[in-house]
């Protein structure tokens, strides 16, 4: 059944459709605007770090407002609309599930983060200038190594790694309400079957 909001890839946001790449970084002052509906979903996982400038997000019909120092989750399947980028400092982070499970033999990795696939958090995650110092770290780490001529998937993956476990450390350390890892997993294996990833479709 063909969905009312076109699917993309990963490919789409580099204006190369064909592209099966798995994972990109892009900075905002240099990528190009990508040729996608205003209104659409990811058949992928994005990550937005915002260093300076406010910009508003739309997820799921929901508006939020990203200020500095802060990081924009989206998941696979989330109605989304980005209201603009070329004012912003940052960049965004784009990578499927089969990247992130890479040699990992625990397949609910990535439905243990609390902030991914989740109906019912706040998809921007606010930091301290200390904490967002530390975010920054890894993800020039990862755009250094993928900088690389002869750039390694699985180091790239690993201080992807560390950087989402450095987030949810810090959801950990924030939040008054607990989750238990066992009913999260339980959750979000459910919304899979509901809303299983779709096979790439626009028209």
């Not at 180091?155 to 987030?167: C, G, N």
């Amino acid at each position: 059944m063909k969905s009312i909001f076109p699917f993309y890839k990963i490919g789409h946001f580099i204006n190369q459709p064909s592209n099966p790449t798995a994972f990109e970084l892009l900075r905002f002052d240099k990528m190009e605007e990508p040729d996608v509906d205003d209104y659409h979903k990811h058949n992928f996982y994005e990550i937005l770090w915002t260093e300076k400038g406010i910009s508003k997000q739309i997820i799921d019909y929901n508006e939020y407002e990203v200020k500095p120092n802060s990081l924009f989750f989206i998941s696979p399947n989330q109605v989304h609309h980005f209201e603009e980028w070329k004012p912003l400092t940052g960049g965004t982070i784009l990578f499927t599930e089969d990247f992130y499970l890479i040699n990992r033999t625990n397949k609910d990795m990535l439905f243990e983060l609390s902030f991914l696939d989740n109906l019912y958090t706040n998809p921007c995650i606010e930091f301290n200038k200390k904490e967002f110092d530390k975010i920054l770290q890894l993800i020039h780490q990862i755009e250094t190594e993928k900088s690389r001529k002869d750039q390694n998937p699985t180091i790239i993956q690993s201080y992807l790694h560390f950087l989402l476990s450095e987030v949810q450390r810090h959801i950990d350390i924030n939040e008054h309400i607990h989750t238990s890892k066992k009913y999260l997993i339980q959750f979000k294996q459910f919304k899979a079957v509901l809303y299983p990833n779709p096979i790439y479709w626009k028209g």
